[in-house]
């Protein structure tokens, strides 16, 4: 005989647990995983970005740019940061509106589990689900702990994004078997290869303006032995596409023509490398002066030449070999459609009773605490509603 449960929530990560806080007694989270929330806690270096102050619609990627708006306008960062004072857990703005709690990461993890176990839902973990239907009536699930039934399922497993925790396609899977479509997936908030080009440079850091796909973002990048990472690049690569270039201000926010020429009529025995150096990494300037010809000093340079060199510094432009996939990237890009979602209510409108939240939905946020605040967003909102019909 299969227990029957009125709420299964698939996945007990960050969207299934806040969910199951919300949906109240009768709410049974089911994971694969022997622990709950791993993706919480390996999040900001252990101490969880768990929101950013900045969280709205215009700061997530999807199908539909709208469909975010609902359940943001009513589930803000300050409700998830009041939650958070209510169990004792402090945090810090870091920089740009990224907020990171003060303790470890587990202690948001514990916090979860608190108010998921207070709201009176079971978790159980270490479980594989091998099947999922309906049978006109409720869902039915064939698990290694045995059959369940529910009269509502939610599935919050995620997307694909770092395979090593267990990440796997299975709510793309049964969204598709309910009749939902799923737009393109693919990594996002990834790191860029470019072959062995600038393995010459890995380590070197330097803050720069980032463009791809008509989006830019000022941030550090970071050149590895694969090619380019840090913040700029994980943004910039959920803009990017195959084939495309990127473009790079190595000098944001700087006049270089106007820097250079001041300099020029200051100390124009001076190398040109030399001076490059004092405003960009050394190792950098030695690795760009081939290609870009900076050769001589500062005085045998034109006002022409040196407008050409501004130009080469101030939009630098590669063409990506690559990203480093599912294996590193912090999020799915895609997922369920949401033409068939409510976005008041995250419920399908092709299967009454499913819900279907978090990363696993074709939305997407920026690096910096947004997709945390998608998830409880998301959550909060089919959550509550599945509250309100018990």
Same mark, same amino acid.
């Given at each position: 005989m299969p227990s029957? +449960?009125?709420?299964?929530?698939?996945?007990?990560?960050a969207a299934g647990l806040f969910c199951a806080a919300h949906a109240g007694p009768g709410t049974l989270v089911l994971d694969h995983a022997a622990r709950a929330a791993e993706k919480v806690r390996i999040s900001g270096g252990g101490r969880c970005n768990f929101t950013n102050t900045d969280a709205d619609a215009a700061s997530y990627l999807g199908e539909?740019?709208?469909f975010p708006k609902s359940a943001l306008a009513r589930y803000s960062p300050w409700d998830f940061t009041a939650l958070m004072a209510r169990h004792g857990l402090s945090w810090h703005e870091k920089t740009?509106?990224?907020? $990171?709690?003060?303790?470890?990461?587990?202690a948001v993890?514990?916090?979860?589990?608190?108010e998921a176990r207070g709201a009176g839902a079971e978790i159980a973990l270490s479980t594989t689900i091998s099947d999922v239907d309906h049978d006109g009536t409720r869902y039915r699930l064939t698990t290694s702990n045995g059959p369940f039934t529910a009269d509502t399922l939610v599935l919050a497993t995620g997307g694909r994004s770092i395979p090593k925790m267990g990440a796997t396609g299975f709510a793309h899977d049964i969204a598709r078997q309910f009749g939902h479509r799923v737009t393109e997936l693919r990594p996002g908030l990834v790191p860029l290869t470019f072959g062995d080009r600038f393995v010459p440079l890995a380590g070197v850091s330097l803050p720069v303006r980032a463009h791809a796909g008509g989006t830019s973002f000022d941030e550090d990048m970071l050149f590895t032995h694969r090619g380019l990472s840090g913040p700029a690049i994980l943004q910039i690569s959920s803009y990017w596409r195959e084939g495309a270039q990127i473009a790079l201000d190595l000098l944001p926010g700087?006049? %270089?023509?106007?820097?250079?020429?001041?300099?020029?009529?200051r100390a124009g025995r001076r190398a040109l490398t030399t001076e490059l150096?004092?405003?960009?990494?050394?190792?950098?300037?030695? +690795?760009?002066?081939?290609? %870009?010809?900076?050769?001589?000093?500062?005085?045998?340079q034109s006002d022409a030449r040196l407008g050409e060199i501004a130009q080469a %510094?101030?939009?630098?432009?590669?063409?990506?070999?690559?990203?480093e996939g599912w294996r590193t990237a912090e999020v799915t890009l895609g997922g369920v459609a949401t033409d068939a979602l409510s976005s008041k209510t995250m419920e399908s409108t092709l299967s009454p009773g499913l819900f279907i939240?978090?990363?696993?939905?074709?939305?997407?946020?920026?690096?910096?605490?947004?997709? $945390?605040?998608w998830a409880w967003a998301s959550a909060h909102a089919a959550g509550t509603e599945i509250a309100a019909r018990a």
């Open positions: 029957h +449960h009125r709420t299964i929530v698939i996945g007990a990560g539909n740019p709208h740009r509106g990224q907020l $990171f709690c003060d303790q470890k990461s587990t993890i514990e916090m979860l589990l608190a700087t006049d %270089l023509l106007a820097l250079l020429a001041a300099k020029k009529r150096a004092e405003l960009l990494p050394a190792r950098l300037v030695d +690795h760009l002066a081939p290609d %870009l010809g900076l050769a001589g000093n500062l005085a045998d %510094l101030k939009a630098w432009s590669l063409t990506p070999t690559g990203t939240i978090g990363e696993a939905v074709d939305v997407t946020g920026w690096l910096g605490g947004y997709n $945390f605040h």
